[in-house]
Structures are given as C-alpha cells and as structure tokens.
C-alpha cells in the first residue's frame, strides 16, 4: 500500500468537503510494474456527480476578482513546484512512468498555472474596439462559460488537469472533474494541494472518481454544465458529441492521434535520432502525440536504422522507481496486447525484427514490461501504421518521394502531431503547409508548451489547450455597444 501525506484522505472532494461514495464501494488502484495494490477509490456515480455539479452552480455567485484568481494559479504553481518529487512518486506508482519522468511531468503541470497567472489579465482585459459605429462605441467583454466538467486520461496524470483547471480557473468557471480510473491518486493528491495552499470558494473544484458512464453522463445530461474538455479516444469523443446536442454544450476535444515522423535525406541523422528517442519513448511510447509511424528516406536509412538500434538497446527498461531506468511498464493488459499483436501482425507481412523480443516471448500476465521494438521494412498498410500503438514500437518505412511520403502521412483521420527533419528550409516550409496536423515539429520532436496552443485536426478534436487559446475556451464573448449621449 502507498503512503503519503498527500494521500490523506483518499477521497472524493464535493463542496470544499473529503467526500466517500454513497454506497461506500472502492476499486483498487494498482501498480503496473509490480501488480501491488496501492490503495482502493471511492466508486462513485451519477449521484455524487449531480451533488458536485450544484456546489459548482452554487460557487459561480462566489467568484473573486481577477486578481484573486490569479493569486490561487501563482500559489498552485508554487505548491506543485515544492511537492514534484512527492507528486512524481504517486504518479511513477500507479502509471509506471520512471520517476525523474514523472517529476519532469509535474513542472510542466505547474507552467501551465505560472503562464496563466502571467498572462491572464491581459488575455480577459475588455477590447474597447476604435470609432463609433451606428450612434455607439462598442467593446467585447469575457464572461465566464459557467460549470465545466474537466475529464482527464491516464497517461499525464498531473499534465492533463494542468492544462484545463489553469484556464478554468482563471476564467472563473468551477468544475467538476474526473480522472482515469487507472491513475486516480495523483488527482487525489492535487485536490490535497488546492485544499491546503488555495482558499478557494466552496464548489469551486470538485472531484468524482468511478464509473465513468454514470460519471460522464450526469456530466453530459445536466444543463447546468456548459462545457466539457475531453482528452482520450476518439470514440468516446464522438459519443460527447451526440451527448452535447440536446443543451448545445461546449466541447473541447483532444482525441487519437497517429503520428508521422519524416526524416529526409538531407537530415541531421544524430539530431533526428535524438528527437525520436525523446519523443518516442517518454511514458514507454503511451502518448497522443508520439511518433506512430517512422518514414525515412531510402539514402539513410540504413545508417539512421543500424544508429537507432544501437539507441535503443542501451535503453533500461523497468520499475520508475528504480535508479536508471528509462522505460517503464504499459498501463494494463489490453495496452500490452496491443503493442504485441501490431508486431505479431508486422512480422508476418514481411517486416523484420531489428530490436526487441518476439511476440511469442511476452505474456502480460508475467509482466507489463515491453521491452522497446524497432521494425524495419515496414509497409504502410502494417497495423503499426494503420492504427495508434500506444506503446514502445518504433516502425520503419522507407520513401523516396516527397510527395508519396506526405500523402502516406495525411493517410489517416487523425491530425494531432506530426514531424520533419530536413534541412532545407523551403522543402520544410512545403511539408509544413501540406501536413494535415495541428502540431508540427521542424527538427525536434518536442511536444506542446504552455504558451502555445495545442489541438488536433480531423477526429483529433476540437479546441485548444494552451496559449491565450486555451483560456478563451472558457469564456463567452459578450458584445456590448454603448450609445453616445448627443446632450450638450
């Protein structure tokens, strides 16, 4: 079992108050790298989450200043900051990611709390738009979009939440959030955060663990809830959307991705490896926005495939907590599966096994371990290529056509993130304007930053996180022209 102060209660938090399930059911959280049971949940449902959305209603006729609002994002960035390596642990224990990654996870968290509370008064300030039109002066004004449901992933426990409480909160929009039912405690320990550090208004943060049906729906049916911000698959952001209908509610969307990661002939091979290892092999290759699928032009590809898997097998693979570890565990089995059965399907469509075990070697049920693959002589059409793995598979496909290699890239109905290494500017500038991605790294594969905004095209989403973007998306524009008096 873990123990930690920030861990104290495991609770639901309703009304400013540490709250169990009704029915006082728990679900065990577990911790992939060693199956041990860290702790059980409460299992909430639909009325737990009808109880936290009126503490939301009730907290809107209790929103401060905006001076206020920005004091709770400084002192939220500044409690995250000073509890990473505490944070980090919760969150190597139950997702599996080493630590030194999952502190790395929890500074990026609090960036997202530090440029808001930054910028966020300019970003709300009214704009008093120049001359007179029709008899009136006219300005545009931010109002807050009301009671918003926040429902985060597994795989950035503290990162997801960051990027939609920062801008929630200084909109002054309360919510009601939840987290994956694989990685609840990290969430648990923010709300131990927000309770000791922010004197929010009662209502202001809830939070609701459990079945994620009954969850979402009550989330989904009441009108209360003006917006919710999804991130996960594309089929339950799909399901959102039919569910937003009936009150034409508000969604914002980070769904599937399936990443393209072109290396052209005239690039800096070291560099492009450098940028693929980071951005493949963060969170054991469980992210939306790592490289899915690795084109490289024929001239080096051998060089680029024989300087990969000398990079990869140097990689250490085991529990986070562990001392030099680079890879943790997948998060479950059906993850696991995945990742085994793309390879299984590759080798016997022709690719060839460069780095990391058999298919027929693993049993998930021995160990969440995946060892990180690279594939060689991939064919687009391979289901490593079709569909997102979501794990530690590196597939390589060869090209030798710039225009063949863009059409095989924008071969998908995803577009969240893709990258080019090329180091000719203009041929960068043609790929950039025909990749069809809402994130496109040129010569790096790094991922989002809290001053930019981040999103998808296609059945990636809709919206933004991020940047001024992401916090307009909880505010409703209110126009308000204002006659001039013609008295003298």
């Not at 959280?29 to 041990?36: C, F, K, L, Q």
């Not at 698959?233 to 969604?251: N, W």
Request: glycine letters at 10%; a negative charge; aromatic letters at 6%.
């Amino acid at each position: 079992m873990i123990q930690s102060p920030l861990l104290d209660p495991i609770a639901g938090y309703i009304a400013g108050q540490w709250v169990d399930a009704d029915s006082a059911a728990r679900v065990d959280v577990t911790n992939p790298a060693t199956g041990e049971v860290l702790a059980s949940v409460p299992a909430m449902g639909a009325e737990e989450t009808g109880r936290a959305i009126a503490a939301a209603q009730a907290a809107l006729a209790t929103i401060p200043d905006i001076e206020t609002r920005r004091q709770w994002l400084q002192q939220a960035n500044d409690a995250l900051l000073a509890n990473k390596k505490e944070i980090g642990r919760i969150l190597c224990m139950e997702h599996g990611k080493p630590w030194p990654e999952a502190q790395g996870e929890v500074e990026y968290a609090a960036s997202f709390f530090d440029y808001y509370a930054r910028t966020m008064v300019d970003i709300l300030a009214p704009e008093h738009l120049p001359g007179e039109f029709k008899g009136c002066t006219w300005s545009v004004h931010k109002r807050p979009i009301g009671v918003v449901g926040l429902i985060t992933p597994w795989n950035f426990p503290i990162a997801m939440i960051a990027k939609k409480l920062a801008p929630a909160l200084a909109a002054g929009c309360p919510s009601v959030i939840k987290p994956a039912k694989d990685t609840p405690l990290t969430m648990v320990a923010l709300f131990r955060i927000l309770h000791d550090h922010l004197q929010l208004p009662a209502g202001m943060v809830n939070l609701v663990m459990g079945n994620a049906g009954k969850i979402g729906g009550a989330l989904m049916g009441s009108p209360t809830v003006r917006m919710v911000s999804f991130t996960g698959s594309t089929e339950v952001g799909q399901l959102l959307l039919e569910q937003s209908r009936a009150d034409v509610k508000k969604l914002g969307l980070e769904l599937g991705g399936n990443a393209p990661f072109i290396v052209c002939d005239d690039a800096d091979i070291d560099g492009a490896i450098d940028g693929l290892m980071a951005n493949k092999f963060r969170g054991a290759g469980q992210t939306c926005v790592c490289a899915n699928r690795v084109y490289v032009h024929t001239a080096v590809y051998d060089e680029f495939a024989q300087k990969l898997f000398e990079r990869v097998n140097a990689l250490k693979v085991g529990n986070g907590m562990d001392e030099g570890v680079d890879i943790g565990p997948l998060i479950n089995a059906a993850g696991f599966e995945k990742v085994r059965e793309h390879v299984a399907d590759a080798l016997a469509r022709g690719a060839h096994l460069k780095a990391g075990p058999r298919p027929d070697e693993l049993d998930a049920a021995r160990s969440l371990l995946y060892p990180p693959s690279v594939l060689t002589e991939v064919t687009h059409d391979m289901r490593c290529c079709q569909e997102e793995t979501f794990g530690p598979l590196v597939p390589l496909i060869r090209f030798d056509d710039d225009a063949k290699v863009i059409e095989q890239a924008n071969d998908t109905s995803f577009g969240l993130a893709a990258y080019l290494y090329t180091q000719d500017e203009q041929r960068a500038a043609w790929f950039m304007e025909r990749l069809h991605f809402g994130h496109c790294g040129y010569n790096t594969g790094m991922g989002p930053a809290a001053h930019t905004p981040f999103g998808g095209m296609l059945t990636s989403g809709l919206g933004r996180e991020g940047g001024h973007e992401g916090l307009l998306e909880y505010v409703e524009l209110q126009t308000i022209p204002q006659g001039i008096s013609r008295a003298s």
